[in-house]
């Protein structure tokens, strides 16, 4: 499985940014699709989670202000993220978990960087 994520780049406090991650090769009919990010001097975090079925799990500092969704006909997963803080300066991976009974696979994408400054 190989994830290509785009979309980062430098934006103003307040402002809006809209990531992306197309998934290619063997993806699982039951799958979970996220965003995680890095701080320097941090642990890598969840960001937002969705499933294939549609249900999302958000990390409290971003819920209200980031929604996640999928394209499951692109195998593509978005992060529209709004109200932007410097406290979400990061690089931000892309995740994709296939699961199949009790194995679940896990793959990571680049990584896109995000900086929120004025």
């Known amino acids: 499985v190989q994830l290509q994520a785009s979309g980062g780049g430098l934006v103003q406090p307040g402002g809006s940014l809209r990531l992306s991650c197309a998934a290619s090769?063997?993806?699982?009919?039951?799958?979970?699709m996220g965003w995680y990010r890095q701080a320097p001097g941090k642990q890598r975090e969840l960001v937002a989670a969705?499933?294939?079925?549609?249900?999302?799990n958000y990390a409290d500092s971003v819920m209200s202000r980031f929604t996640i969704s999928r394209d499951n006909a692109k195998n593509t997963v978005y992060l529209q993220m709004n109200s932007l803080k410097p406290g979400d300066t990061a690089v931000y991976y892309c995740?994709?978990?296939?699961?199949?009974?009790?194995?679940?696979?896990?793959?990571w994408g680049q990584g896109t960087e995000v900086t929120v400054s004025s």
């Open positions: 995740n994709l978990v296939n699961v199949r009974l009790v194995v679940k696979l896990d793959y």
């Open positions: 090769g063997s993806i699982f009919s039951i799958n979970v």
């Open positions: 969705i499933t294939n079925g549609g249900g999302t």
